[in-house]
């Protein structure tokens, strides 16, 4: 009995795992087709729908970009084909008018050809080399006019050059040239017309170099030369002129502000004591009667004390005799450079030596219309005039007389 009923225990165990078995894969089975429908449903959900929606949509935005590109590529070479040969025409047709020798036509055509052309290095070559033959016409024809002088005409042939050309090297340095030789002739007719040192050195100072260094340096070059002679003059001047001299230094500061050597000289002039000047060789003016302002070359001789003058301004003996006053007037620039005039007032001896004064001279001294000094009843007299601050001295001779009488010897102490 025992082993039956083990035998039947057995069998229901064998039974009882075989349904464990079935059990389990029917599970397996079950969860199988849950994970199946889940992901359909999650497939065919809108958010999933959205997603492959875009994801559509950007893959045909690729495909249309990448077609375009290509695309794109096809028509770029396409086009440029199309240029090469409408830029070759061109090329060709400059070519014509190079072989007629119409540069400037060449020229224009040449540099209408685009930078994308695929020879555009040998059109830029040809560039060059017509330009090269087309500005030797104008510096030829330049030349021309350089070589005899007529420097006007010379630049006005470049000037008639095109536009685009002006600023080529080979015309900009013979437009140098050309005015170099200009200034140069220019400074040689103002040396010729015998104008002051000052006047050259302003001429070449002003002269236009449109900052060019070539003219600059040419400009330079004529200063130095003519402000050593400035400078040699000068120097000499102020032994015996010290007021033209100071004037002189003033004006080549204003006209060569920040040079080292005017400002050297002028401190040379004023370590020195300043010479008289002669009153005759300031501009003057006679506004009345006749006198005679001596040059130097003639002599006259005073009656009081025999002595010969060759510097002096001479009132000659009134024709009418002791009628009436005759008075007569000479003015000098004095433009505030000096401070004292020193003289002597003589009467000219006569032939036979005596004198007959009907009325002794006076002469008067005026700053302007104010009276600064004035001797009256005097020969061979000595005179000392306060002239600080005076621009124009005006001298009146006045008196009747059958002499002749004169100053002499008119000495102006100059301003330090």
Do not use: W
């Amino acid at each position: 009995m025992e082993e039956e009923k083990k035998i039947t225990t057995k069998k229901e165990l064998k039974q009882k795992a075989q349904e464990m078995k079935l059990e389990e894969k029917q599970r397996k089975l079950e969860e199988k087709q849950a994970i199946k429908e889940e992901k359909e449903r999650r497939k065919n959900s809108f958010g999933r729908k959205v997603s492959n929606f875009f994801l559509l949509i950007i893959l045909i935005i690729v495909l249309l970009l990448v077609g375009f590109y290509f695309g794109k590529q096809f028509l770029t070479e396409k086009e440029k084909e199309l240029n090469d040969k409408k830029m070759s025409q061109t090329y060709q047709t400059a070519m014509v008018a190079f072989n007629e020798k119409d540069y400037k036509k060449a020229l224009e055509i040449l540099k209408s050809i685009d930078e994308t052309y695929s020879k555009y290095s040998e059109v830029k070559n040809k560039i060059n080399e017509i330009e090269q033959l087309y500005l030797n016409e104008y510096l030829l024809k330049a030349d021309e006019y350089l070589k005899v002088s007529k420097y006007d005409k010379a630049l006005e042939v470049l000037a008639d050059i095109d536009e685009d050309l002006q600023d080529s090297e080979l015309i900009e340095n013979k437009r140098n040239e050309i005015k170099i030789a200009l200034l140069k002739y220019e400074v040689s007719e103002l040396v010729s017309n015998e104008e002051d040192i000052l006047s050259i050195l302003e001429y070449i100072v002003d002269f236009d170099s449109n900052n060019s260094i070539q003219i600059e340096d040419a400009k330079e070059e004529l200063i130095a030369q003519y402000k050593s002679e400035f400078l040699l003059e000068t120097r000499t001047l102020m032994q015996t002129d010290y007021s033209k001299a100071k004037n002189n230094i003033a004006q080549a500061k204003k006209i060569l502000p920040n040079d080292k050597d005017i400002k050297k000289l002028e401190e040379e002039l004023t370590s020195i004591e300043p010479t008289s000047v002669n009153l005759l060789s300031l501009k003057s003016n006679v506004t009345k009667g006749k006198l005679t302002v001596s040059n130097g070359d003639n002599k006259i001789t005073s009656m009081d004390n025999n002595v010969e003058y060759d510097k002096y301004i001479l009132k000659s003996a009134s024709k009418s005799g002791n009628n009436h006053n005759s008075p007569y007037t000479i003015e000098f620039d004095l433009n505030k450079d000096y401070t004292e005039l020193k003289g002597i007032i003589c009467t000219q001896a006569n032939d036979n030596g005596t004198k007959q004064l009907v009325f002794v001279p006076k002469v008067t001294f005026y700053d302007g219309d104010k009276v600064i000094y004035y001797t009256d009843n005097v020969t061979d007299s000595t005179f000392s005039v306060d002239v600080t601050g005076v621009e124009k001295l005006t001298i009146e001779f006045e008196g009747i007389t059958t002499e002749d009488y004169f100053i002499a010897n008119p000495e102006l102490t100059p301003v330090k």
